[in-house]
C-alpha cells in the first residue's frame, strides 16, 4: 500500500505541472474492486482454453490446407534422410530429380474464420533438377537441406545470415537463402525455429513471470527496470509458471519502461511484454507460449493509429509471408485494450497531443478495414472507421500530456476496472 | 572441458560443411596457454586503471573547457533553485530575464589527445526573454528546468518523448524539446542521467558480471542464451562483481547470439555485451561503469567496414553531438580486435563472402582517416588506409563460411593467443 500512497500523491503533483485535471481519476475504484474483476477475466480465460482449441483438421480443411509444426530434432533428421532417399529411389528410377515446393504465393493463402487465421493452401510447384529455369533454385534447397541437417546434428542455433555466408557463391544474396529457407520448412512440414534457424531477439518481458532459459531458472519480476531479454530460440524455453491475471502486450519500448519503473505488475499481477515496435519471430512463439501453458488473457497496449492496429493483428493472426506456421505464430483471443481511436475524445487528449493521418496512414486504414481479420471483429471496425473518419491519430505517450505516470496510474487502471476493451 | 571436447568435434563436423580447411585451427594451443595470456592482459589492465585518469583540470583545461558530471538528485534540484533564484534577483534589480547557454556548436568543440576524446570549450550565448528572436526558446528551457525539477522531486525516470508530450502545444515539435534538454544538461553542468531522462534500452549482457537493478541482484551467468537487458537508467545500476578477465564488446546481434550460445565466457571468463548496432545512450554508460569499476581490458568485435571503427570510435571517444558529456559516456582504452581489413586475407574469407564497398563507404572511410582518434593510433590508421585501398569490406557472419562455430572455436581463442588487438 506504500507504493499506491506514493503514488497517488505523484498523481496529484501531477496537477501542479498540467493545466488540465486528470481525466476521470475520481472515477477510480480500490484497486480490490479492479483485481476482481481481472479475476474474473481470467478465470473465463482460463475455462475457456480448456475447451480444445480448434485444428484444420477439426474444420477436415486438412487435405485442402497445409500448416507446419514444431518437431523434435531427431524427427527433422528423419524427414531429411526420407527426402534424400525418396530423391535417390527417383533418380533410379529414371524419374530425375525434383522437389515438390508448397506454393506460398498469396493466391494459395486463405483466412479462415473459425482459427481467425491465416492459413496455407495445398497449392504446389515442382522443381526439377533438370530444367533451365529452376536448376539453381534446386541446388540451393539441397543446399539448405544439408545445411539444417548439419544443425540438427550438432543441435546449435544460427541466423539467416550464417546460413547466407555458408555459402555465398551459390546463394548469390540473401533474400535467395531466406525465400528457400521458408520453402525447406514448408516441404518438411515444420517449424522455421524446429530447423534451428532463429531470428535476432528484439523483445524485452518483466512482471510475473518465472520461466528457464536454456536450463537458467528466470524470475522476471527481479529483472530490475531493464526486464529479461526475450531468448532467440523458443525450444529452449520452458517451465513457464506465473501467478498472474493477465498478459500486458505492449507497442512501444517507453510505455513498456514506464510500467515496468513503477512495477505496475506488483499492483496489478500481470506479465509485461514488448517487441519495441514491429513484432519479431522470438516475440511472437513466446508470447504465443505464455498464452498455450498459463492459459492467461491477452490485453494489447497499441499508439491509435493503423499501424497499431496491424501490430495487434500480426501478433494475432499472422503475417501473410509467414501463413503455413500461423498455428505456431499467432496468439488467439488478443483483446484491444487501448490507446484506442474513441479514447482520444474520452480521455480528453488535448488537440496538440493528436497527429493528423498522413494519406498513407489513412490508405493503411481503409486496406485494414478489408481484412477479414478486422471485420470478424464489430467493435474493431467502428473504432477503425472512426480513426479513417476522424484522421487523427496519438501515440501511448500522448497520455504523458497530464503527467508522465496517469498511464500507470489512471488510464489503465481505469480501462481495467471497466473492462474496456474489444 | 566436457564443453571443449564437444565444442572440437563441432568444428571438425565443421570441416564437411565447407570445402575450406579451417584455416589456423592448427596453429590454436592449449586453452591453458591463451587463458594465462589474458591474465597478463587484465592485471597490465588492472594496474594501469590506478594511475589516476587525467582530468581537465590536470592539463588545466578546466577554466576553457566545460564538463557536466554526475549529480545526485539533491543537487540537481539545488542547481535549479539557485538558477531560480538568481532569475529573479537579475529581474529584480532591473537586468531582465535572461539564460547563458553553453555552446554545443562544432566550432566550440574540442579533440583533447591526452585524454582521447572530444569536449566542449567554454563559449557560451545569451538567451535573454525579452528578444522576439530568443523569446520562444526561453520560454521552452524555463518549462523543461521546471519539468526536470518535478521528475527530480518524485524521482522517477522518463524518456525524451514523454518530456515532447508534457507540452506539444509550447514545444511543437520533438527537436525543439529534445535540444533545450540538452542546453538544460550544459547549463545545469550535469548528466542527461542525473535529469532523470533516460533512452530506450537496447543492449544485452551476458557472461561472467553479477549487477544489481534496481535493487534485484543479476547474475549474467545464469541468462541463458537470450542474457539481460541493460537498465535503460544506470543510476539504478549497481554492486557490480565478476571474475572475468576481458569485456568482449560485440557491434552486431548474431554474433552476440552465438557467443552466448556457445557459452564461450565459461571458456575464456568474459563479459560480452552488445548494443546491436549503434551504441545508445545506456549502453554506452553500463560499459564504462564496468570498465570503471571491475578495471578490465575491453576488445571490441565489430564488421570490418567504416561504420565497424565509427561504432568503436562512438564508444571510445563520444560523439560529437554529446561532447559535453563524452567524460561520462565515453570507456578509455577499447582494443580493436577484429574483425580487421587485414584480417580478410590472413584468414583467407573467400571472395565471394567480401562485399565491394560503396562511394559512401570509401567517403566515410577517408573522413574517419581524418578524424584525430583514428590518426593517434598509428594501427588504425594503417588497417583503415587498407580499407579504403582494397575497396573491401566484410561482416563479422562472413566468418560462419568456415562453418557456424568458427568465430568461437577458431578465430576469437586465435585472437586472444595471438594477442591480435590494436
Given at each position: 500500500m506504500g507504493k499506491r500512497r506514493r503514488a497517488d500523491s505523484d498523481s496529484d503533483s501531477d496537477d501542479d505541472t498540467t493545466t488540465t485535471r486528470l481525466p476521470f481519476k475520481n472515477r477510480l475504484k480500490p484497486d480490490s474492486v479492479i483485481l476482481s474483476t481481472l479475476k474474473t477475466l481470467s478465470a473465463a480465460t482460463k475455462s475457456a482454453s480448456t475447451s480444445k482449441t480448434l485444428t484444420l483438421t477439426d474444420l477436415s480443411l486438412s487435405s485442402t490446407c497445409r500448416e507446419v509444426t514444431d518437431l523434435p530434432l531427431s524427427s527433422v533428421q528423419n524427414r531429411i534422410l526420407t527426402l534424400a532417399l525418396n530423391l535417390t529411389k527417383s533418380i533410379l528410377a529414371g524419374n530425375g530429380f525434383s522437389f515438390s515446393v508448397p506454393s506460398r504465393a498469396a493466391t494459395n493463402q486463405l483466412y479462415v474464420p473459425e482459427l481467425d487465421r491465416i492459413v496455407l493452401k495445398d497449392k504446389s510447384s515442382v522443381r526439377p533438377y533438370a530444367s533451365v529455369s529452376t536448376v539453381r533454385k534446386t541446388t540451393i534447397t539441397t543446399r539448405i537441406l544439408s545445411l539444417i541437417h548439419q544443425l540438427s546434428l550438432k543441435n546449435i542455433h544460427v541466423t539467416k545470415r550464417d546460413l547466407f555466408y555458408t555459402d555465398v557463391k551459390l546463394f548469390q544474396d540473401q533474400t535467395q537463402s531466406d525465400a528457400v529457407l521458408d520453402d525447406v520448412s514448408c516441404i518438411l512440414g515444420c517449424t522455421r525455429s524446429s530447423l534451428n534457424v532463429v531470428a535476432a531477439e528484439k523483445g524485452v518481458v518483466v512482471g510475473r513471470l518465472v520461466f528457464s532459459d536454456n536450463g537458467d531458472m528466470i524470475?522476471?519480476?527481479?529483472?530490475?527496470?531493464g526486464g529479461k531479454a526475450i531468448p532467440p530460440n523458443i525450444d529452449r524455453v520452458g517451465d513457464m509458471s506465473s501467478d498472474a491475471l493477465f498478459i500486458l502486450l505492449v507497442e512501444k519500448d517507453a510505455a513498456y519502461m514506464r510500467l515496468a519503473e513503477d512495477r505496475f505488475y506488483n499492483r496489478f499481477p500481470c506479465i509485461i511484454v514488448t517487441a519495441k515496435g514491429q513484432p519479431d519471430v522470438a516475440t511472437r512463439l513466446f508470447l504465443r507460449k505464455m498464452k498455450m501453458e498459463l492459459k492467461l488473457p491477452v490485453l494489447a497496449l497499441v499508439d491509435s493509429d493503423p499501424y497499431g492496429l496491424k501490430i495487434l493483428s500480426v501478433y494475432g493472426c499472422g503475417s501473410k509471408n509467414m501463413s503455413y506456421d500461423s498455428a505456431n505464430l499467432t496468439t488467439p483471443d488478443i483483446k484491444w485494450l487501448g490507446i484506442r481511436p474513441s479514447d482520444l475524445d474520452k480521455y480528453k487528449i488535448p488537440e496538440q497531443c493528436r497527429l493528423p493521418m498522413t494519406e498513407q496512414d489513412i490508405k493503411t486504414g481503409k486496406d485494414l478495414l478489408e481484412e477479414d481479420f478486422v471485420k470478424k471483429n464489430p467493435g474493431w471496425v467502428e473504432e477503425l472507421s472512426l480513426m479513417v473518419k476522424s484522421k487523427q491519430k496519438a501515440e501511448i505517450q500522448a497520455l504523458s500530456t497530464f503527467g508522465f505516470q496517469y498511464l500507470s496510474e489512471v488510464y489503465l487502471p481505469l480501462k481495467l476496472q471497466q473492462q474496456d476493451w474489444l
Open positions: 524470475d522476471c519480476t527481479k529483472m530490475g527496470i
